[in-house]
């Protein structure tokens, strides 16, 4: 009767032992891939971008001489907007260097400043028209090339510049007498899309996530909810509810190009509804979010007790009172949970947002809904299709705002998760 | 004799406790082999924080049934589990002391569980056949371990275990088909159909028959009954009328510690400790 | 402005409505219904039928001010009809102040007018049925109030049908998408025929838009779309299966509770990243590497290369497929490793024979979902995959996806009349057939999976 562990078996078992930890091993290795494409992930958005919250400035003394503007202090603002404005800051930087002479040496010098320069001046002039004759002192972005060397000088790292030799002398000499300086860049946030890099930000398309979020919250959150009530609480087990069921289940796995689709030909098409609008872009992403927020909310319906139903009943309250009296509440923290999820994943969405002509170059903050706008993920993808060097750290900083954004979400959904299941017990 | 059997069970549920010295069924045959094979020595298990065996110290005899009985969350069933280490799933599960399995301690480094519960194999609860065909069931322990020499040999060893159980005559016909589709009796005979396949010495049963109805416990019974001319069976069980019916030794738990182990007569009739008494007469439990 | 105030004005009325119905109520006795239940009602039946009405402003613009505009501009110029979409898109831009470059083509002129216009008028006869229903409803209410009206009926009632049309919005959606792709489909069948783009292995869409237009004509066989969509996402699947599975499984068998702790979080921030990042990811980090990679070993890869962005998507779909897997490999239940355990089979043994046969159902369904992603992710290859319609089976090479051209060809204006917009429709009719079957398929298998472990 006794099993004697004979050689060969003792062999087997040791194999077998071996067999065992190579699985284990494989599980450990799938799990340190999937880690580090993580951090990779992450770690190289981060090292791209980080540098975007950061803005070199140059502060220049500008003489806005009445001669070189060709406008007088009591010009209209017609008048105003032909002023030469180009022509004082360039002079302003002449200045800087008298050395300089040469008709093209001059045009490689006023390269190193931003176009934002001369917006700054004329914002300046219409809001200030007694400042002409004075000298004022303005702090403006340097251009992207500039501003990319400088940082790359900082970290050390090496890449092909664009800016010549002399360029870059000139910058060092500004460096060096504290004229040009790197500062938090508050425009990122502040400001909308802008063909120079330096200058171009995600406050536009923020506010145009926000708006297109809040429109997307608005239709999907009641729709959803109602519908999850009535499939939940009301409707008979019959043909129809089946079908209405599979189809909110297959609704939930179509991809999001198709909801473009429906997008630009009923909705842009048929309803008429204004293109590249955050209004449109609203009702796309709600129509994708509905099936997550009603698979959501039944689930969370699905989990109240019977018992209170019943409870409910017995008191005399009709099925409406009880649901909206008694499951409802219970039901609230579920929903709110997976309405947060799916509006994480709206955020995220790009597809459908390109195709109803939210991809539009928008260099205004939207003031309403109804305003043509891009949104964040828009703006990434915009960003990332240019060419110009200066928009890759925007592009990646861009992505930085979006997963903070989402991290917040997710964290929130948690945290009303775990405050309900506290309050249970 | 399953007749018998299931009418002792009914009145047993009428009757109850008070006529329980009566129970002494015809079964008890002579007990001659008294080798120790299972030894347990002060052994404690903690969960955690909680102590859920104390100094718990049994010997258990070659080719007998040990019948292990006790209120719910006595300790019962994890004492079995340490026999074969089946508590080694449990993370924060800890155990001292000393179980030796033919004088060789089965929790010594050296011991590799997986050949250690080839010679102890476990009857759960719950039948848990495997979602393939009975014949897969069947073959799994012999497959895995590498017994059978050739697909001739894993047959016999397979209808040899389901002879052996009882259940050949019943299932020939399907062994091809999915185990799922048998019925709670024969699912659970097939479990134990499925652990005698790879010869074990010792066959733990975890209450095996607490999710069958009274006839396929009968059968169940039976199975034990003529098991016990080749194997060590200790069984955990709530019922003391089946402690009665199927046991030579039985061993009283109660809050995580052995109180009583003796002859299944002498603990039914004579109990030396109080608890026991108690127990057995329905005083608590 | 203008609908804001009559959102204001449709909310005050209800309001009034529901008030004065409260107010009613309030001053009688031997009352049905609590009072409250009287204001609902009356506010209800002020609000809905505004509502209903209120719903014309959706399809004013292509039942009325579309037609008007453009017969009165095509008797007007010989536009070709072609165009008809285009120049409508471009008089709605002017008239909205979008389009900011100036025209001076008068009949362009005429044309905004008479949009403004038409649109003016559509715009004030919607407001007025929208009020005179409104107050015909405030008064057919307020007439029919009597102490015995069983006001909480009634609220009720209206309340379970605003639910049900609440779920049908879902139904109708589902039915939009299959109108509009089917619709634009057939159109598109007229002008090509369907043979060649099921079966042509020749894709160029790039199409005159307008008759004047020199251009090439396109040629519209999808099979090399597919062919890149296949092996693109098959690639994707290649590192998201293996990786996404033995992650699942340690997770669900052997991690300790702590490690399960971080790593399912961290998965799920690996799932919540938006495809467009990927795609940047793909596009500026990835596909550069295979690029100096292969280079090194001596090969040529596209700096679009198919490897790239399939690469990217397996890493975009691993937490897809481990965190479904975990799941119904967590749902086995524990008997089923109890009892492989104690036949002392190894854990490995367990998981392998006994644990993964028993989860391959839902295993199987959550590697069809997976796929059916990675056939309709878009951005990523959108930016990292090329534009170039190849057809080969090799991953260096850039190939083209359906969803790419999807994107592509709608990005920016475009005319409903030409081939090369309606093929978009085409293709997303194809996307939406197949992962509506591969969905179909896994949920089919995954009830069955349920089935057995009820």
């Known amino acids: 009767?006794?099993?004697?562990?004979?050689?060969?078996?003792?062999?087997?078992?040791?194999?077998?032992?071996?067999?065992?930890?190579?699985?284990?091993?494989?599980?450990?290795?799938?799990?340190?891939?999937?880690?580090?494409?993580?951090?990779?992930?992450?770690?190289?958005?981060?090292?791209?971008?980080?540098?975007?919250?950061?803005?070199?400035?140059?502060?220049?003394?500008?003489?806005?001489?009445e001669d070189r503007l060709g406008v007088t202090s009591t010009a209209s603002p017609e008048e105003m907007q032909e002023a030469n404005v180009a022509k004082v800051v360039k002079q302003s930087l002449y200045d800087l260097f008298p050395e300089v002479k040469k008709r093209k040496e001059k045009r490689d010098l006023t390269k190193l400043i931003s176009l934002g320069a001369e917006l700054d001046v004329r914002d300046m002039l219409l809001l200030k028209p007694e400042s002409i004759g004075s000298i004022i002192t303005l702090t403006v972005p340097v251009s992207s090339d500039a501003d990319q060397y400088y940082k790359a000088t900082l970290t050390g790292e090496q890449f092909k510049s664009r800016l010549k030799e002399n360029q870059k002398q000139w910058l060092q000499t500004l460096i060096d007498n504290k004229q040009v300086?790197?500062?938090?860049?508050?425009?990122?946030?502040?400001?909308?899309?802008?063909?120079?890099?330096?200058?171009?930000?995600?406050?536009?398309?923020?506010?145009?996530?926000?708006?297109?979020?809040?429109?997307?919250?608005?239709?999907?959150?009641?729709l959803g909810v109602a519908a999850a009530i009535y499939l939940e609480e009301f409707s008979r087990d019959s043909f129809m509810t089946r079908m209405?069921?599979?189809?909110?289940?297959?609704?939930?796995?179509?991809?999001?190009?198709?909801?473009?689709?429906?997008?630009?030909?009923?909705?842009?098409?048929?309803?008429?509804?204004?293109?590249?609008?955050?209004?449109?872009?609203?009702?796309?992403?709600?129509?994708?979010?509905?099936?997550?927020?009603?698979?959501?909310?039944?689930?969370?319906?699905?989990?109240?007790?019977?018992?209170?139903?019943?409870?409910?009943?017995?008191?005399?309250?009709?099925?409406?009172?009880?649901?909206?009296?008694?499951?409802?509440?219970?039901?609230?923290?579920?929903?709110?949970?997976?309405?947060?999820?799916?509006?994480?994943?709206?955020?995220?969405?790009?597809?459908?947002?390109?195709?109803?002509?939210?991809?539009?170059?928008?260099?205004?903050?939207?003031?309403?809904?109804?305003?043509?706008?891009?949104?964040?993920?828009?703006?990434?993808?915009?960003?990332?299709?240019?060419?110009?060097?200066?928009?890759?750290?925007?592009?990646?900083?861009?992505?930085?705002?979006?997963?903070?954004?989402?991290?917040?979400?997710?964290?929130?959904?948690?945290?009303?998760?775990n405050r309900t299941r506290i309050s249970n017990k | 004799m399953p007749n018998n059997n299931a009418s002792a069970s009914n009145n047993m549920n009428e009757s109850t406790r008070a006529s329980i010295p009566s129970l002494q069924t015809t079964r008890k045959s002579a007990t001659n082999s008294t080798q120790t094979i299972v030894r347990a020595d002060n052994v404690n298990v903690f969960y955690g924080n909680t102590q859920a065996l104390h100094d718990v110290s049994i010997d258990i005899q070659e080719q007998q049934i040990t019948a292990l009985i006790g209120p719910s969350g006595c300790g019962k069933s994890t004492f079995l589990r340490c026999i074969n280490r089946m508590n080694d799933v449990i993370d924060e599960c800890k155990i001292t002391g000393q179980i030796t399995l033919n004088k060789e301690d089965i929790y010594a480094p050296s011991i590799d569980v997986v050949s250690l519960r080839r010679k102890v194999g476990m009857v759960f609860q719950k039948p848990n056949p495997f979602p393939k065909s009975i014949f897969d069931n069947i073959a799994y322990g012999p497959r895995i371990h590498g017994i059978a020499e050739d697909k001739d040999d894993l047959e016999e060893i397979v209808v040899n275990s389901?002879?052996?159980?009882?259940?050949?005559?019943?299932v020939k016909d399907r062994l091809h088909n999915s185990a799922l589709g048998l019925s709670g009796g024969q699912q659970q005979r097939l479990c134990i159909a499925r652990a005698i396949a790879i010869n074990p010495e010792v066959l733990?049963?975890?209450?095996?028959?607490?999710?069958?109805?009274?006839?396929?416990?009968?059968?169940?019974?039976?199975?034990?009954?003529?098991?016990k001319e080749n194997y060590t069976i200790i069984i955990v069980t709530h019922s003391m009328q089946q402690a009665a019916r199927v046991s030579q030794r039985t061993g009283f738990f109660h809050m995580g510690s052995l109180v009583e182990v003796g002859q299944t007569e002498q603990i039914f009739q004579n109990p030396v400790d109080k608890r026991t008494h108690d127990y057995i007469t329905g005083r608590f439990g | 402005m203008s609908s804001l105030l009559t959102f204001v004005v449709a909310l005050s009325l209800t309001l009034m409505s529901g008030l004065r119905g409260w107010h009613r109520a309030k001053s009688k006795s031997n009352l049905h219904s609590r009072p409250i239940y009287h204001g609902l009602n009356h506010g209800l039946w002020v609000a809905l039928p505004m509502l209903a009405i209120s719903s014309l402003w959706l399809i004013s613009d292509s039942m009325i001010i579309k037609p008007?505009?453009?017969?009165?501009?095509?008797?007007?110029?010989?536009?070709?009809?072609?165009?008809?979409?285009?120049?409508?898109?471009?008089?709605?831009?002017?008239?909205?102040?979008?389009?900011?470059?100036?025209?001076?083509?008068?009949n362009t002129l005429q044309a905004v007018q008479s949009y403004l216009q038409t649109k003016e008028n559509t715009d004030t006869f919607i407001l007025t049925m929208l009020l005179v229903s409104g107050l015909l409803g405030f008064r057919g209410v307020n007439r029919r109030f009597k102490e015995s009206t069983p006001a909480r009926e009634q609220v009720e009632r209206i309340v379970k049908i605003v639910l049900a049309a609440s779920s049908a919005v879902a139904v109708l959606t589902t039915a939009g998408i299959v109108m509009a792709l089917l619709f634009e489909t057939l159109r598109f069948f007229q002008q090509v025929p369907f043979t060649d783009f099921l079966f042509g292995t020749h894709w160029s869409p790039q199409m005159a838009i307008r008759a004047d237009q020199a251009g090439s004509s396109g040629a519209f066989g999808a099979i090399p779309l597919f062919?890149?969509?296949?092996?693109?996402?098959?690639?994707?699947?290649?590192?998201?299966?293996?990786?996404?599975?033995?992650?699942?499984?340690?997770?669900?068998?052997?991690?300790?509770?702590?490690?399960?702790?971080?790593?399912?979080?961290?998965?799920?921030?690996?799932?919540?990243?938006?495809?467009?990042?990927?795609?940047?990811?793909?596009?500026?980090?990835?596909?550069?590497?295979?690029?100096?990679?292969?280079?090194?070993?001596?090969?040529?890869?596209?700096?679009?290369?198919?490897?790239?962005?399939?690469?990217?998507?397996?890493?975009?779909?691993?937490?897809?497929?481990?965190?479904?897997?975990?799941?119904?490999?967590?749902?086995?239940?524990?008997?089923?490793?109890?009892?492989?355990?104690?036949?002392?089979?190894?854990?490995?043994?367990?998981?392998?024979?006994?644990?993964?046969?028993?989860?391959?159902?839902?295993?199987?369904?959550?590697?069809?979902?997976?796929?059916?992603?990675?056939?309709?992710?878009?951005?990523?290859?959108?930016?990292a995959a090329g534009l170039a319609a190849n057809?080969?089976?090799?991953?260096?090479?850039?190939?083209?996806?359906?969803?790419?051209?999807?994107?592509?060809?709608?990005?920016?204006?475009?005319?409903?009349?030409?081939?090369?917009?309606?093929?978009?429709?085409?293709?997303?009719?194809?996307?939406?057939?197949?992962?509506?079957?591969?969905?179909?398929?896994?949920?089919?298998?995954?009830?069955?999976?349920?089935?057995?472990?009820?």
């Open chain 3, 391 to 454: 057809m080969t089976a090799n991953p260096l090479e850039s190939v083209t996806t359906i969803t790419a051209q999807i994107v592509t060809i709608l990005v920016g204006d475009q005319s409903f009349d030409s081939p090369k917009t309606l093929s978009a429709f085409a293709l997303g009719l194809t996307l939406f057939c197949f992962t509506l079957l591969l969905n179909i398929l896994a949920l089919r298998v995954v009830r069955k999976y349920r089935e057995q472990y009820a």
């Open chain 3, 227 to 383: 062919v890149g969509t296949l092996l693109i996402a098959s690639i994707a699947m290649l590192i998201a299966v293996p990786v996404g599975l033995y992650s699942a499984i340690y997770l669900a068998e052997y991690a300790q509770p702590k490690l399960r702790a971080y790593a399912k979080p961290a998965l799920e921030i690996l799932a919540g990243i938006p495809t467009v990042v990927y795609g940047f990811f793909a596009a500026l980090t990835v596909a550069p590497m295979i690029v100096d990679i292969c280079r090194a070993a001596g090969l040529s890869a596209s700096s679009e290369s198919a490897l790239a962005a399939g690469l990217v998507m397996g890493i975009m779909i691993i937490p897809f497929v481990s965190s479904l897997s975990e799941d119904v490999i967590s749902a086995v239940p524990q008997s089923l490793r109890d009892g492989s355990l104690a036949m002392g089979a190894t854990k490995a043994e367990t998981i392998r024979k006994v644990v993964l046969p028993s989860a391959l159902p839902g295993i199987v369904s959550a590697l069809l979902l997976a796929f059916s992603r990675a056939i309709g992710e878009t951005m990523i290859v959108v930016m």
């Open chain 1, 244 to 417: 209405v069921e599979a189809n909110i289940n297959n609704l939930a796995a179509v991809p999001s190009v198709i909801f473009g689709l429906l997008g630009l030909a009923v909705i842009l098409n048929i309803f008429g509804m204004p293109r590249s609008t955050p209004l449109a872009g609203g009702i796309v992403l709600a129509l994708m979010t509905l099936p997550t927020i009603i698979i959501a909310c039944r689930s969370a319906i699905k989990t109240v007790p019977p018992s209170i139903r019943e409870a409910g009943m017995a008191m005399g309250a009709s099925p409406i009172q009880v649901t909206f009296h008694h499951v409802m509440p219970a039901a609230m923290s579920g929903t709110l949970t997976g309405t947060i999820i799916g509006l994480a994943q709206a955020l995220g969405e790009t597809a459908p947002l390109l195709m109803i002509g939210m991809v539009a170059f928008i260099a205004s903050v939207p003031g309403v809904p109804t305003d043509p706008a891009t949104a964040l993920p828009v703006q990434i993808y915009l960003w990332a299709e240019s060419a110009e060097r200066g928009f890759v750290e925007k592009t990646a900083a861009a992505i930085m705002v979006i997963i903070v954004f989402l991290i917040v979400m997710n964290l929130l959904a948690v945290v009303i998760r």
């Open chain 3, 68 to 106: 008007s505009v453009l017969s009165e501009l095509t008797q007007n110029s010989k536009v070709l009809l072609k165009d008809t979409d285009f120049r409508y898109l471009e008089i709605t831009q002017i008239a909205n102040g979008l389009l900011l470059t100036h025209t001076d083509d008068a």
């Open chain 2, 204 to 227: 733990l049963m975890d209450e095996p028959c607490s999710a069958l109805d009274p006839i396929a416990t009968n059968h169940v019974e039976d199975l034990m009954w003529e098991l």
């Open chain 1, 181 to 222: 300086i790197i500062k938090f860049n508050i425009d990122f946030f502040t400001q909308a899309d802008s063909r120079y890099p330096e200058l171009a930000g995600i406050g536009g398309a923020v506010v145009g996530t926000i708006y297109t979020l809040l429109i997307c919250l608005m239709i999907s959150f009641p």
């Open chain 2, 162 to 170: 389901l002879n052996k159980a009882g259940l050949f005559s019943e």
């Open chain 1, 1 to 65: 009767m006794h099993n004697e562990d004979t050689l060969n078996q003792k062999n087997r078992n040791r194999s077998r032992i071996l067999a065992d930890f190579r699985f284990r091993a494989y599980g450990i290795l799938g799990l340190v891939i999937a880690g580090s494409a993580l951090l990779f992930l992450l770690g190289n958005i981060f090292s791209t971008g980080y540098s975007a919250f950061q803005q070199t400035v140059i502060t220049l003394e500008i003489n806005l001489d």
